[in-house]
């Protein structure tokens, strides 16, 4: 009698047990990885905003003794710009668009939406960005890439 009680505590965990720890683990891989991804566009959408104003500070500076960004040249500045300022997506660039004497417009190609999403809601909160940032037509939740355009002026 005290054999089969030594015998039936020493067989193991049952099946049910194997896989409630494994439904277990599963859920906090699971959880884990939604927060690296989470973490990760986050990162990405904070260094994108630090390369906006990377770009404000150097258009501010073409300005100097001129006091207009009509004066500006929009093909030498994206030119510039695009080699100073690096973003973490391969084919992304930065175009300077309509400018006038007190403004100007940006678009960036091929930033994630969700980061682009991001984005957008920390330039609307920031002053001298317009009031209307966007995202284009790509920036649904599952689509990979879009453009952001936005204008800087007073």
């Given at each position: 009698m005290r054999k089969s009680i030594l015998l039936s505590l020493s067989r193991g965990a049952s099946l049910v047990e194997t896989m409630l720890v494994l439904a277990v683990a599963v859920m906090i891989l699971m959880l884990s990885i939604r927060f690296y991804q989470s973490t990760v566009y986050a990162n990405q959408s904070n260094y994108l905003n630090s390369q906006i104003q990377a770009v404000s500070a150097t258009m501010e500076s073409f300005t100097q003794g001129v006091g207009s960004y009509a004066s500006i040249s929009t093909s030498s500045a994206a030119a510039y710009i695009n080699q100073i300022v690096k973003l973490p997506w391969a084919s992304a660039s930065f175009t300077i668009g309509?400018?006038?004497?007190?403004?100007?417009?940006?678009?960036?190609?091929?930033?994630?939406?969700i980061v682009c999403n991001n984005t957008i809601l920390k330039l609307m909160g920031a002053a001298h960005f317009g009031a209307t940032p966007t995202c284009g037509s790509g920036a649904s939740a599952g689509s990979t890439a879009t453009t952001l355009t936005y204008s800087y002026g007073p």
């Open positions: 309509t400018v006038s004497s007190t403004s100007y417009t940006v678009t960036i190609s091929s930033v994630p939406a």
